[in-house]
């Protein structure tokens, strides 16, 4: 065993040999098909010299060829008459709201002629404060999905046939809910959080008596709802308040990924996660879990224990806490101690700590509302002055639901954004139900599982297309305004109930009259429009800040009791959601698909995650402590397959083992496996990026007869199928062993504040001390000096608050046109992401500290890439910029190969489609290439594309360009303006999209900067391989956990300093 | 000597009895000499006067377009005379130069000038002072041969036409001819002055199998196919003197020269955005409500052919459903928002970079402060647009090589570059004596590529 400080998988933990050749071997070649040439030369190989020759021939035939056909004639088109507020050209900006079921964040639509081609965060919501998550990064794309419906459909036999106006289909309801004999119709949708669309739904049931709306939630907060019903009369979630939190304790809420509204909580908890140097103070997190989720790992403290004793664990701190609760016993000692700390630290710091809870049980709930009460949250960091209504669906109306559609008591069923076909637990209950419904209309947008079992279809717009507003919490509006006219013929599903409900109006008016009597004017509305949130102006009042709810115990005795009957199994599985598919309703976009998840960096596909414990036993594979085994499981893509069986359903899949998860766990996302009943036309209907990744684990959705219950016992045995292939991107782009990061605890950082970076200043000193020279950047080189005589762009990343939510790696390849490559080629480390977020694991193996690193290109002032590019492609600016230069590139990969960050990326294949041979990505499909690249070179997805960056061909390196579009745009501005502070903090696309604020961006030469102010702090600022004196201009600063542990093995780290020179010297021959 | 001399040898094989003819070449050298020097000299002459004559006949267009054009034709009488067959019209040599130095001075003195200015009343010729000797000659022997510009979507690929590699193609042959018949004639020569002096020698190698020759033939054509690969592939997707024909005949030189129309007038965006941008029709039509009818100096096409203002007006009003009879736009009867009709007109685009460059118009107007004609050319002067500029990298690099950045540190210089704190030192202690595009960044590659 090696003492590796950190480490990002067990081939890297056990250092095996075969690990390190994989390392070295950057681009994998032996993945590609050149395979066959084998080492023999290319005379020898498989491919004779005859075969070469005829490409040969072929590709000089083919270049000529396309090289002498006439340059096209192009047009120029203008308008007929030009909009006021459109200048073809130059971008618009128009606040809206990101809207996908209950989740709401205000946002502002970057719109370039005409189509809108980015999100960015409205940062006047005091809401989400200008943050975003991955999946509202990823949202434009959605737009452009081909498998939208085009138009209204109705169905003809097994086949839909389209229905030519919006007033046949309306005839066509009315004709057909008339027939309905009194029979209840039902409209059932996702949480609807929009004022004005609730009172059209009020409308619209008012007109149907007996009808009623259901809401329901895939991944649902019914038991919090149900909790708070019991605990404070409300069914209802309140507001959290994170930044006031000195100790957050999450009982497995994943709240800065995917609980209840992670975009706000994440800029709350980043407040207090923030160090400064003259003040250093951080809130503490202590998180108890049964999976490694992205919000355990970022918490200070982590205890791991089996899904089922989640109830135990809140109970215990009740007791611990003072309740009137008798605390069960817990065997884990490690659990029952960090019980036993938790306690104390919640203790200590009454009032001001927060303790939340992912669990949907009822009682567990009513449990964790007393521990709240006891630690006197209720009315500091719980505000019932406003609610949260990100989720708002109690699981009891689904299932009664489906029931009564199965007795055919239900006459119609009107569904939107849900889609129970594949969500609901028992989804054949559902489709037979469906079935039985006289009347059932789909207004989602695609043809989804639900939607093709839908007798009409009448998709209603994507909410960059639409109306409307949301009301995330009580108090706090926000607005939608379309951004681009419809691209189909789609109506807005509150105009159908409207028309159906026998009001003429449509929603769009219906709305602006809504809010202009609201707002008591146009004018006040026209305002508020622009600035796309409403909060406290007009007849609104402002929520309280801070407000208490009256707290009822009642419950809690039984609540207990029940907690006390909560079964364990041998092996238990827990559901969770991944923050890119998130619940699965966003299956089908290419960029969240190939988002690689925070922690397991696995993209394409969900699995069962098990600890290196599970595997030992139920695997028989010892991947920390054997090299061999490491190696076995680690070298290949393929992993061993899981047999899994909760209540009789079964799923196969590959096993991915991650340390830090309970060792009887299994953890399997949702969202994954979407697919058509028809699977010839699964491409088309469900999609091309959502077909074949994953399965559906929503039937391991079990119940307790109040709740749906996203974890239970399973039984788990290693499975007869063949290793099946995972992309995970984990590794592609290792750095050796050199030392990346620093951390430290909050103890020893206040104690003595030089020792963090220690390592780093004494490398320095050593390099200048015999020398006599001081100045590092200067005077450690042979290099000139070269001066960047007006700007210097530079960027800081700080560490502490990086949560690994990956808005900046979506909201990257949104801006900078970064190709898909689908699973095929992720395997074959072909990943194209400018901005990976690399993930370290460090400590005890059981249960290791996770660190997040953002790494992008680190544009050094002494670039190493640089120097061997051969037709100098690459080369430097005089404002800092490691410039890349696609149409000088010919692709030797000198420069990958010589980039100590690993951060460029190679166009291996056409991922973009050259528009000199048609179709020639469609051979490749299949071997090569997935068929979602097809898909992102649909003439219909490529109107997302960024106009102001090149779209890269085959065969050229590319890398982060520090976002130059932004920067040239900001010089430009500045210098219209003639105000040199306009370049000073420059907001590029990873920066903008951080819901914690945590990268700033800006001159460096301006000493006002953003960036300059963070890297004064130099206790904490440095450089990632700063020893190779490259000069980068990305700096980090340090992570700084609150815990009383000591971070990364201390002890051992003095003896592992000189491990990275030993092996730096070792390998320096096989370089 | 030899050389010169053998001229006739070539027809000659080499034969056992040779004497007789030997010595009537000996005899006749000299006569044979002076009949080749002169064939030289006149190949010189002809090969050096057409390719000297054709490059002035270059500068010649550009003058001719930009100062006659408007007036005169070459070949058709337009608002003055068409203007080939000039020195035969004319009374003396000197007196065109006289007369386009100052018209007003020789119709009073000049009975050949008065004559003409009575013809082409009320037009009056327009004096050009500032034109030299040269380039009038210049302009007079363009407009007696002038050379067509070939559109350029003819001739892909190709080297342009208009250039010299014909002729230097021609003088180059003729003298590889001559220098191989001389060879020859050597060759020949030798063989009978060695057999005369009984040294032996073999059969001279026929030329097609010699090897000399055949290197030399080969690494011509290696290099002159090298030259005009390399050429062409240069020239690929650059379209210098692009003027395609336009859906209607907009003259720049009606509107920007004649009416002094201002350009941003029409392309505003070019202060604004990236795209200069073209006038949506409405644009068009808040002069051309009122403007019906061309009523100014004829226009004519390139080919010659006159161009009917008032019908390409007519045009305008068909593309924007507008009807001029009743003076009102069409009703919007299809409830598409434009009158019926109505649709945009597809312009064909001049101006095509590829999509690797990034080109900001704003950046070169608002903050360059360039003029259009910069790059586009005498815009003003232009009947219909063409390109005037290679739009090349190196054409862009060269500018912004040479143009000076607006860095005064008084208050009219641009005070966004008070951040260049070193370079405003350097002006000051004069190290430096102005600050350039390139100086602040201005040939790096993500300025323009990215």
């Known amino acids: 065993m090696s003492n590796k400080k950190y480490w990002q998988n067990f081939g890297d933990l056990t250092d095996s040999e075969r690990f390190q050749q994989a390392a070295q071997n950057e681009f994998q070649e032996e993945l590609l098909p050149l395979a066959e040439l084998d080492g023999k030369g290319i005379l020898d190989a498989a491919t004779p010299r005859r075969d070469f020759l005829k490409y040969l021939g072929f590709s000089t035939a083919a270049a000529a060829l396309a090289a002498s056909c006439n340059t096209p004639v192009k047009k120029s088109v203008p308008y007929l008459n030009r909009p006021d507020d459109v200048t073809p050209g130059i971008a618009n900006y128009y606040a809206s709201t990101y809207v996908n079921g209950g989740d709401a964040i205000a946002v502002v639509v970057k719109q370039r002629d005409g189509r809108p081609i980015k999100i960015e965060g409205n940062e006047l919501s005091s809401v989400t404060k200008g943050g975003t998550s991955a999946q509202s990064q990823a949202s434009v794309l959605d737009l452009y999905d081909p498998t939208r419906l085009r138009h209204p459909l109705q169905k003809n036999g097994s086949d839909y046939k389209e229905v030519t106006s919006f007033e046949v289909f309306d005839k066509m309801i009315a004709t057909a809910v008339a027939g309905l004999g009194g029979k209840s119709i039902v409209l059932l949708t996702a949480t609807v959080n929009s004022p004005s669309t609730l009172q059209v739904i009020s409308e619209f049931l008012a007109k149907y008596p007996g009808s009623r709306h259901v809401q329901y939630d895939a991944v649902s907060s019914s038991g919090m709802l149900l909790a708070n019903e019991l605990s404070y009369g409300k069914k209802a979630l309140p507001s959290y308040h994170f930044d006031k939190a000195k100790t957050i304790v999450s009982l497995g809420a994943d709240f800065l990924g995917t609980w209840v509204s992670p975009t706000e909580f994440s800029k709350q908890y980043a407040e207090n996660r923030k160090v400064k140097s003259n003040k250093p103070e951080l809130s503490r997190h202590i998180h108890f879990e049964s999976m490694m989720s992205m919000t355990g790992s970022n918490a200070d403290d982590r205890y791991t224990h089996k899904p089922s004793q989640t109830g135990a664990i809140a109970l215990a701190l009740l007791a611990k806490l003072g309740g009137a609760v008798t605390a069960p016993a817990i065997a884990d000692k490690k659990l029952q101690a960090g019980i036993d700390k938790t306690a104390a630290v919640l203790n200590a710091t009454k009032g001001s700590a927060l303790v939340v809870c992912g669990s949907n049980d009822v009682n567990i709930q009513v449990v964790v509302n007393a521990i709240n009460e006891a630690i006197g949250a209720n009315g500091t960091t719980i505000n019932w002055g406003s609610t949260t209504n990100s989720r708002k669906g109690i699981d009891a109306e689904m299932v009664q639901l489906v029931n009564e559609m199965n007795t055919g008591t239900v006459g119609g069923l009107f569904i939107y954004d849900c889609n129970p076909a594949y969500s609901f637990t028992d989804s054949k209950k559902f489709i037979d139900g469906l079935a039985k419904v006289p009347v059932s209309v789909s207004f989602n947008g695609t043809m989804d599982e639900t939607t093709e079992q839908c007798k009409y279809v009448l998709p209603s717009h994507h909410w960059l297309e639409s109306w409307g507003d949301a009301e995330p919490k009580t108090g706090f509006v926000s607005l939608l305004q379309p951004a681009i006219n419809p691209l189909f013929k789609t109506r807005p599903y509150q105009t159908s109930l409207l028309k159906w409900a026998g009001n003429p109006s449509d929603y769009e008016t219906y709305y602006k009259t809504y809010w202009a009597t609201k707002l008591g004017s146009v004018a006040n509305w026209d305002k508020a429009l622009q600035d796309g949130v409403i909060e406290g102006t007009g007849t609104l009042t402002l929520a309280p800040l801070v407000s208490s709810g009256a707290y009822n115990g009642g419950a809690l005795t039984a609540a207990a009791a029940k907690i006390a009957t909560i079964k364990s199994g041998t092996y238990e599985v827990v559901l969770y959601e991944k923050i890119s598919i998130g619940n699965g309703a966003q299956a089908n976009n290419p960029w969240l698909q190939e988002v690689p998840d925070p922690i397991t960096k696995v993209t394409w596909d969900n699995y069962a995650m098990v600890s290196p414990g599970f595997a030992k036993t139920l695997l028989n594979l010892n991947v920390a402590g054997n090299q061999r085994e490491a190696d076995n499981y680690e070298v290949h893509p393929e992993k061993p397959m899981l047999k899994i069986t909760v209540n009789g359903r079964v799923l196969e899949l590959p096993a991915l083992i991650i340390p830090g998860l309970d060792n009887s766990t299994v953890a399997i996302a949702v969202g994954y496996g979407r697919t058509s009943a028809n699977k010839d036309l699964a491409l088309e209907r469900t999609g091309r990026a959502a077909v074949g990744a994953g399965q559906n684990a929503y039937p391991f959705v079990t119940s307790d007869g109040t709740t749906f219950l996203y974890s239970a016992a399973a039984a788990v045995e290693k499975s007869a199928l063949a290793a099946y292939p995972l992309a995970q991107t984990q590794v592609h782009g290792f750095t050796e062993d050199r030392p990346v990061i620093y951390e430290t605890n909050l103890a020893s950082y206040i104690a003595n504040p030089k020792a963090m970076l220690a390592e780093a200043t004494h490398e320095r000193e050593v390099v200048l001390m015999p020398h006599g020279k001081t100045d590092y950047v200067k005077d450690a080189t042979i290099y000139p000096d070269f001066v960047k005589p007006g700007i210097k762009w530079g960027m800081s990343i700080d560490l502490n608050t990086c949560t690994g939510c990956s808005a900046c790696v979506v909201a990257c390849t949104a801006e900078n046109n970064v190709s898909v490559v689908g699973k095929i080629q992720v395997q074959r480390a072909h990943e194209m992401h400018w901005l990976r977020i690399d993930r370290y694991f460090t400590g005890d193996l059981e249960n290791p500290d996770v660190v997040f690193q953002p790494m992008l290109c680190q544009h050094c002032d002494n670039a190493p890439c640089e120097n061997v590019c051969p037709v100098a492609a690459t080369n430097h600016s005089s404002e800092g910029l490691n410039q890349m230069t696609y149409n000088r590139c010919i692709g030797t990969r000198y420069c990958a190969n010589n980039c100590p960050y690993k951060v460029r990326r190679f166009n291996w294949l056409d991922y973009n489609g050259s528009d000199s041979f048609a179709d020639n990505q469609k051979p490749l499909v299949g071997t090569d290439m997935n068929e979602v690249v097809l898909q992102m070179n649909d003439d219909l997805t490529r109107m997302v594309l960024n106009p102001d960056v090149t779209v890269r061909g085959r065969g050229v390196i590319e890398k982060c360009s520090f976002c130059v579009q932004r920067l040239q745009e900001s010089k430009l501005d500045a210098k219209k303006a003639q105000d040199p502070s306009l370049v000073r903090n420059v907001k590029v696309a990873c920066s903008q999209a951080c819901p914690s604020d945590c990268i700033s961006f800006g001159n460096v030469n301006d000493p006002e900067s953003e960036v300059s102010k963070a890297r004064k702090d130099a206790t904490r600022n440095f450089y990632v391989l700063e020893q190779l004196h490259v000069l980068p201009n990305v700096s980090y600063l340090a992570k700084i956990r609150n815990t009383d542990r000591q971070i990364g093995h201390e002890e051992e780290m003095h003896e592992g300093v000189p491990t990275p020179e030993v092996k730096e010297a070792e390998h320096a021959p096989a370089h | ?450």
């Open chain 2, 1 to 450: 000597m030899l050389i010169v001399c053998g001229f006739p040898v070539l027809f000659l094989q080499p034969s056992k009895d040779i004497s007789p003819l030997l010595s009537l070449i000996t005899t006749d050298m000299s006569r044979y000499r002076k009949i080749i020097n002169k064939l030289f000299a006149s190949f010189l002459f002809i090969a050096v006067f057409s390719i000297n004559n054709n490059a002035r006949a270059q500068d010649g267009e550009a003058l001719f377009k930009s100062k006659c054009a408007s007036c005169h034709k070459v070949d058709k009488d337009f608002t003055g005379p068409a203007l080939q067959g000039w020195s035969s019209r004319i009374p003396s040599p000197d007196w065109i130069y006289k007369w386009i130095a100052s018209p007003a001075k020789m119709i009073a003195t000049d009975p050949y000038a008065k004559q003409l200015a009575d013809k082409w009343k009320p037009s009056v010729m327009t004096a050009f002072p500032e034109l030299k000797k040269e380039e009038i000659d210049a302009i007079l022997a363009f407009v007696d041969a002038p050379v067509k510009t070939p559109p350029p979507g003819e001739t892909p690929g190709g080297a342009p036409a208009n250039d010299n590699s014909l002729w230097y193609g021609i003088l180059t042959l003729v003298l590889a001819l001559v220098a191989f018949i001389l060879l020859q004639v050597n060759s020949n020569l030798r063989k009978l002055s060695d057999d005369k002096e009984g040294v032996f020698r073999g059969e001279p190698v026929p030329f097609y199998r010699n090897k000399t020759y055949l290197m030399t033939g080969i690494l011509l054509l290696f290099t002159m196919s090298g030259y005009f690969f390399v050429n062409g592939a240069i020239g690929l997707g650059r379209h210098k003197n692009y003027q395609p024909e336009q859906p209607i005949y907009y003259s720049h030189k009606v509107h920007a020269g004649v009416n002094q129309i201002s350009c941003l007038y029409c392309h505003g965006s070019a202060q604004d955005s990236k795209h200069a941008g073209i006038p949506s029709v409405n644009v068009c039509m808040n002069c051309h409500m009122a403007i019906k009818e061309y009523g100014g100096d004829k226009i004519f096409k390139e080919d010659g052919t006159e161009v009917n203002g008032t019908e390409e007006i007519q045009k305008l009003y068909k593309y924007a459903g507008w009807n001029p009879a009743t003076a009102k736009y069409n009703p919007d009867n299809n409830g598409d928002g434009t009158p019926d009709g109505a649709k945009p007109i597809e312009w064909v685009k001049i101006h095509n970079l590829p999509d690797h460059v990034y080109f900001n118009h704003s950046q070169h107007v608002k903050v360059g402060k360039q003029q259009c004609q910069t790059c586009h050319g005498n815009i003003q002067e232009m009947p219909e647009v063409y390109q005037a500029s290679e739009l090349s990298m190196g054409w862009c690099i060269n500018c912004h090589r040479e143009t000076k950045v607006d860095f005064n540190s008084d208050s009219t210089g641009n005070k966004f570059y008070s951040i260049y704190e070193k370079f405003h030192k350097d002006l000051k202690n004069n190290k430096m004596d102005s600050v350039t595009v390139e100086h602040i960044g201005g040939t790096e590659c993500q300025k323009c590529h990215y």
